[in-house]
């Protein structure tokens, strides 16, 4: 279907709607589940409990050094069903499409959406398309909603993070890569390293870490915001408070040469594969080192902790032990990360 | 906030985007899962089938005669669960936000989801919202992804539907309301019946008909593509037939004569508060009578039946007595319906 666009026809409903899921969707998505093609797919649960999360992927550009939007849709859903502790087991996936957008596009995201669904062990279960008129929005938008299933031995975890002074604050690989890969993408930067998405879906990493769920407080993934908004959400209106030790932040050199001529913070940068983590104290060497037996967490590291001093506050300590208050992103910094 | 507008770090997942989600989502939509705010809910569908659904919403205007685009994607995601035969208890709700939209409108697009929400039974219990810069999409673009579960009475529901000849065909109501309603409004006709939308969520509707499950074959909500579209994928490939009688369609005056100028066939347009029904030979004057009792099926009418005749064709028979083929839409006819 080389060259072959998008037509408003493909969002009618009819014929070409019916053909373009055909030649596409169900081409690479393929499942017992969504080949019914009913009004709503049927699920079994087993009587266990769900988590259900949506997100709508706007990313600009949607092919970008490391992935596409569609690679990034998939992960971005299974991460924050893993990161809840759950095993993700259906999703949807609802696209709206400019009139003119290459049908060979659509293919290669589809294609990335069912290898990374297939890498994930997900279900596109159920979906829908809409076409709109050239101008009314931009290439290709995504929302996926995802469905997880919460093992019995993991019930503690819906509960939400039961926080102690002490407690080890881990992040599981260097920050800022998505949104650097996207940002050289869009500007045409050159840049010294290569530098690539780290968009990925991280149930795999997710799972070896709850081999040992007691000693795990709660999990986020690193998205929108970045690690500042997750570490003031942590402890805000709490009895504690966190410090971070700057130095201890994995970032890649290029990455921070980049945060240097744009101003950017790399606390501040959306991530698309990574984790923070707040383990119980005593066992965060335990847990740093499975994480990094895995190829996701490699460059994990421990980087702060819970505190009884300042609470409600996150603090960073900078490497020559100067002390800054942490506060969430204000305005945006990067429109269209993800 | 008379006159705010939405600017880009209300997509940023920082401060502003929180401010909006407390202000605006939170607000309305309340309740004890969503108010969790985590990265996934968490649901407890106690050890029944469930049914999962997606669906976009691009309609233009989104406030039209009738309803709006947060009415419509409630109604949307309802409906499609429950003519499956499910009723539905949680759904998700995406937003793509153009930059400068005002917030006030969001509100008020908050406030109709709510109330459909609340009139459905079921609870918005995961969000996202990303926003795009000016001229990047249009206005607002609304995902809503549901979950229904199946009362152990319908379980033949899930199967399709077990259809045979002498069955017959029934539809809820008049055809095509939807489309005029958003077709005058866009186009800014004057009618001379006031037409107004017929999005409405219709789980109240089909609890009623599913009173007697064990006489209904299957249900479908007639959305894009239209009755006709539907009717098509029926029988396409089936041993069996359909025939559909024109004068017994319900179709209003005002609908029929902007069908007459622009062109269209009323079995082509969307509606979003309309089911046809396959129901058992013999039952249908009882099922007819059920749905009539209802406020939103006092014009439904029992339009055709199961053929052995013509088997896999739809037929649709004139006031005149001629036969034509029903076909499926092919292209559009009204681009972002719904």
Same mark, same amino acid.
């Given at each position: 279907?080389?060259?072959?666009?998008?037509?408003?026809?493909?969002?009618?409903?009819?014929?070409?709607?019916?053909?373009?899921?055909?030649?596409?969707?169900?081409?690479?998505?393929?499942?017992? &589940?969504?080949?019914?093609?009913?009004?709503?797919?049927?699920?079994? /649960?087993?009587?266990?409990?769900?988590?259900?999360?949506?997100?709508?992927?706007?990313?600009?550009? &949607?092919?970008? /050094?490391?992935?596409?939007?569609?690679?990034?849709?998939?992960s971005g859903t299974v991460n924050d069903l893993c990161v809840a502790g759950a095993q993700p087991v259906w999703m949807s996936a609802g696209f709206i499409?400019?009139?003119?957008?290459?049908?060979?596009?659509?293919e290669e995201i589809a294609i990335s959406m069912a290898r990374e669904s297939v890498r994930a062990g997900i279900s596109i279960v159920a979906g829908d398309t809409k076409v709109v008129k050239r101008g009314q929005c931009d290439?290709?938008?995504?929302?996926?909603?995802?469905?997880?299933?919460? /093992?019995?031995?993991?019930?503690?975890?819906?509960?939400?993070?039961?926080v102690h002074p002490g407690d080890k604050i881990i992040v599981t690989g260097t920050l800022g890569n998505h949104s650097i890969a996207v940002l050289?993408?869009?500007?045409?930067?050159?840049?010294?390293?290569?530098?690539?998405?780290?968009?990925?879906?991280?149930?795999?990493?997710?799972?070896?870490?709850?081999?040992i769920p007691d000693e795990i407080r709660f999990m986020r993934d690193i998205t929108r915001g970045g690690l500042a908004t997750i570490l003031v959400e942590t402890c805000e209106n709490k009895s504690f408070g966190i410090q971070i030790h700057e130095n201890k932040?994995? &970032?890649?050199?290029?990455?921070?040469?980049?945060?240097?001529?744009?101003?950017?913070? /790399?606390?501040?940068?959306?991530?698309?594969?990574?984790?923070?983590l707040v383990v119980r104290q005593g066992s965060e060497e335990q847990?740093?080192?499975?994480?990094?037996?895995?190829?996701?967490?490699?460059?994990?590291?421990?980087?702060?902790?819970?505190?009884?001093?300042?609470?409600?506050?996150?603090?960073?300590?900078?490497?020559?032990g100067g002390r800054r208050m942490i506060d969430m992103l204000s305005g945006e910094m990067l429109p269209r990360i993800c």
């Amino acid at each position: 279907m080389n060259q072959e666009i998008i037509r408003i026809g493909h969002g009618s409903g009819g014929r070409l709607s019916r053909e373009l899921i055909h030649q596409v969707f169900l081409k690479h998505f393929s499942n017992p &589940v969504l080949n019914q093609l009913g009004d709503a797919a049927w699920l079994d /649960p087993q009587n266990l409990p769900l988590a259900f999360t949506t997100d709508s992927y706007v990313i600009d550009p &949607v092919f970008f /050094p490391g992935g596409d939007i569609g690679q990034l849709a998939v992960s971005g859903t299974v991460n924050d069903l893993c990161v809840a502790g759950a095993q993700p087991v259906w999703m949807s996936a609802g696209f709206i499409i400019e009139e003119g957008f290459l049908i060979s596009d659509l293919e290669e995201i589809a294609i990335s959406m069912a290898r990374e669904s297939v890498r994930a062990g997900i279900s596109i279960v159920a979906g829908d398309t809409k076409v709109v008129k050239r101008g009314q929005c931009d290439k290709i938008f995504i929302n996926t909603s995802g469905i997880g299933i919460l /093992p019995k031995s993991r019930l503690h975890l819906k509960e939400g993070g039961d926080v102690h002074p002490g407690d080890k604050i881990i992040v599981t690989g260097t920050l800022g890569n998505h949104s650097i890969a996207v940002l050289s993408a869009r500007e045409g930067l050159h840049l010294e390293e290569n530098i690539t998405s780290d968009a990925m879906p991280l149930n795999s990493l997710t799972e070896k870490i709850l081999e040992i769920p007691d000693e795990i407080r709660f999990m986020r993934d690193i998205t929108r915001g970045g690690l500042a908004t997750i570490l003031v959400e942590t402890c805000e209106n709490k009895s504690f408070g966190i410090q971070i030790h700057e130095n201890k932040i994995p &970032v890649n050199r290029s990455v921070r040469s980049v945060c240097e001529l744009y101003g950017f913070d /790399p606390v501040y940068l959306a991530n698309e594969g990574k984790i923070m983590l707040v383990v119980r104290q005593g066992s965060e060497e335990q847990v740093l080192s499975r994480i990094k037996t895995h190829e996701y967490g490699k460059d994990a590291a421990i980087i702060g902790e819970i505190t009884d001093t300042n609470p409600g506050k996150a603090v960073i300590i900078s490497s020559i032990g100067g002390r800054r208050m942490i506060d969430m992103l204000s305005g945006e910094m990067l429109p269209r990360i993800c």
